[in-house]
């Protein structure tokens, strides 16, 4: 399903719309569905295939325990979208949306401390997120050893998509059903044509469009450049150890220890992921993978010894595409007029992308952002106006 883009442009075919969204990940699929929702004529891009990129290998994950104002009034927007995604995108496959919880632990005073910090942000924005005593913490996680640990924060709506490739499917899905267009075919070069752009295709089709919206990842960067925009979004590895499907419920809830910079959770089809947070180097996985075991049974060990016995012999590769102040880019590009952009998600793509599709939707046809979504303009890089958000996982 996800594999299947329709396209109808050839080498002698020029197609004009509306709006060009250049990305066809789960970003760009929610800025075309909220674009037709507005009455617009849409044709996304993307010659990889939909929901390939850095959406093609993610676990699903929707919190809205965040450290900043911007990304929690995001998550909590994007939480209450997925609560209604039945009768917004009527999905031909349930995700499955999970409430598992989010316990994210402190082992050190210190970042028992900063919890409580973002804890305050979270309660003012509505957040129902608490703080929990390590006997607490040991209650709500069956497996977790409270002695190493001083406490925590949990909220207990946030969860997991058990599968979160019909999110992407239902996206593409609901924007074909309003008229959007698909089209297998990598935009190579974005130029100014009149008062609109002009798209210049793989295969030596063309199109064109009143506005566009760039949503290519950490692909952004390559393509903007040569209209001399240059944004610092960059390609960055991430690896999760799978298990095999275990019949046993062992780890219900997703736990983060971020001083062993340590994850882990078990999947609604019995596997359960870890993952050293701490890995990189997409140059070398194969020589930096006992390491990242090492470093991963050695925090299972001090905090969720259940999984003791819990073997991971598959290594999975996916990449986040990431900014200066782990902060997306989205709006429109000074002097630039009719050119937008979504990218730099730092991982939260599916997590955010309803509120993301809305805002550059807006954005567009009201000819103005929404104020509090200012700290993620494009130009705060040159400018050094960075709100770092430090709880990226």
Known sequence: ????????????????????????????????????????????????????????????????????????????????????????????????????????????????????????????????????????????????????????VWCDQDGYFDRPLAVVGAFHEAAVRAGASFHDLGVEKISRDGDGWLLDLRRGAKARAQTVVVATAWDTPTLLSPLGIELPIEKEPKYLFYSDPIRERLLEPLVIAPEKHFAAKQLADGSVLASDLGAGNANRPGENREIWHSNVRRAITELLPILEYVSFPVLVEGFYDVTPDRQPVLGPLEGHDGLFVAAGLNGRGLMMAPTIGRVIADGIVNGKMDDWIAPLHAARFADGQLTPELQVV
Not at 14 to 21: L, N, P
Not at 44 to 56: E, H, L, P, Q, V
């Open 1 to 152: 399903m996800l594999a299947d883009m329709s396209s109808s442009l050839n080498d002698t075919t020029v197609a004009t719309v509306d709006v060009a969204v250049v990305g066809a990940g789960i970003t760009g699929l929610s800025v075309a569905w909220h674009l037709t929702q507005r009455g617009l004529s849409v044709a996304a891009f993307d010659g990889r295939g939909i929901g390939s990129g850095a959406t093609a290998i993610q676990p699903g994950g929707v919190r809205q325990q965040w450290g900043t104002e911007v990304a929690c009034k995001m998550a909590r927007e994007a939480f209450s979208f997925y609560g209604e995604i039945g009768e917004r995108l009527q999905p031909a496959v349930d995700p499955g949306m999970t409430a598992c919880g989010y316990l994210f632990v402190a082992q050190g005073e210190a970042e028992l401390a900063a919890q409580r910090e973002r804890l305050e942000l979270q309660h003012r924005l509505g957040i129902p997120s608490r703080e929990v005593t390590a006997a607490e913490a040991g209650a709500l996680v069956e497996g977790l050893d409270a002695g190493n640990i001083v406490g925590g």
